[in-house]
């Protein structure tokens, strides 16, 4: 395996443009574990963790803020004009562990591979024949599903689509943006080319008082990945909530937005925020995947849901 490492961005798409078997690297914390499994095999390695305009973060003139994707997870605490984004701070640190955090990247995590019981998860039994992702025709963890149902588990990416953040893309084409949550598609698949780079996100500007908290279940408190997680978004003018974002991870293929809570949260007073999050139980538990693994079945991971959601709004009414 060959191992390159442009040194402008240009150059970097020029590389993956004329070398189709060439793989993306950043932190290498999620692809690098699949190349040691053999889930994956590329000929070259293109590492981009270190270009100059990814490594930014900077507020721009319409007062949103672009932060590079190859910003580690643990300095995102550091940065001080991410401060009242709280949400992003509390998702950055609970990822993983520390080491983990001082390598990985906002890019990778939000480009991280979907996991199951069956693939890319670091259990020797997963070994079985090829499904979905391994190019093969069959799900093992439903027997009749026409495609992969693999978790994707991220925990920044609930957040950034609760903030309405945009992705911005690097292609052969020049320089497009689109919402993060258009990055996720069916099947676990991203919508990128593979000579796309993700340069990095911008978060909008914020409100004038806007709330903010990320509130996930794992089985230990640390070095592990999002049973289920939740993000929430308050936007409040004169204590009238005026704008509202709830999205769940660890909820399916790709993140799940909660899209009720808007028509039951806009127009309502904050204080009544924890009874109107209880209407929303139902539908809670609607948009969870029923997806059962070696940690737990599809029942409890409705019901964690609904239990996170509420830690988060109690949260955003102690004024996170
Ligand atoms: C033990 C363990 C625990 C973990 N726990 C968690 C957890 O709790 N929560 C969580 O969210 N994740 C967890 N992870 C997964 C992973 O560590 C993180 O998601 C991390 O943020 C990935 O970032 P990276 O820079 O290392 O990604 P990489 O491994 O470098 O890349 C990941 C994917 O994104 C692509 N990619 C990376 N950057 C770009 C870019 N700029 N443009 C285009 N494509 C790109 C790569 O090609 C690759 O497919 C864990 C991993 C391990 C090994």
Same mark, same amino acid.
């Given at each position: ?143 009749? +599903?026409? &495609? ?9 990416? $609930?957040? @950034? ?5 945009? =992705? /911005? ?91 009720? +809570?808007? &028509? ?9 925020? $924890?009874? @109107? ?5 139902? =539908? /809670? ?36």
């Amino acid at each position: 395996m060959n191992v390159s490492k442009p040194q402008t961005i240009d150059d970097a798409v020029l590389f993956l443009t004329e070398h189709p078997d060439a793989k993306i690297v950043a932190g290498g914390t999620d692809l690098l574990p699949r190349i040691n499994q053999k889930l994956e095999e590329h000929a070259e390695l293109c590492y981009i963790d270190d270009l100059p305009e990814m490594c930014e973060v900077r507020a721009e003139q319409d007062g949103s803020i672009f932060v590079g994707a190859s910003i580690r997870l643990a300095e995102v605490a550091e940065i001080k004009i991410l401060t009242k984004y709280t949400g992003f701070l509390q998702a950055a640190s609970k990822v993983a562990s520390p080491q983990i955090r001082n390598q990985a990247t906002i890019g990778g995590n939000i480009l991280q591979e979907n996991r199951c019981m069956y693939f890319n998860n670091q259990v020797p039994w997963s070994d079985v024949n090829h499904c979905f992702k391994w190019g093969g025709k069959q799900c093992f963890q439903y027997k009749n +599903s026409k &495609e992969c149902v693999a978790l994707f588990q991220s925990d920044v990416a $609930p957040v @950034l689509i609760s903030f309405g953040a945009k =992705a /911005v893309i690097r292609g052969s084409e020049g320089i497009r943006e689109m919402p993060v949550k258009d990055l996720y598609m069916q099947a676990g698949l991203k919508n990128l080319a593979h000579n796309d780079i993700l340069l990095g996100v911008k978060l909008p500007p914020l409100f004038k008082t806007e709330y903010s908290a990320y509130v996930r279940k794992t089985i230990r408190g640390s070095f592990d990945f999002p049973l289920v997680s939740c993000a929430v978004r308050v936007c409040v003018d004169a204590n009238i909530i005026k704008d509202s974002r709830v999205v769940f991870g660890a909820a399916g293929v790709m993140p799940a937005e909660l899209h009720m +809570s808007n &028509e039951v949260f806009i127009g309502r007073k904050i204080e009544d925020l $924890p009874l @109107l999050a209880d209407e929303l139980q139902p =539908a /809670v538990s609607k948009i969870i995947a029923p997806f059962q693994d070696t940690r737990i079945n599809a029942a409890v991971r409705k019901d964690m849901a609904k239990e996170i959601f509420i830690k988060a709004i109690a949260q955003i009414c102690q004024g996170n």
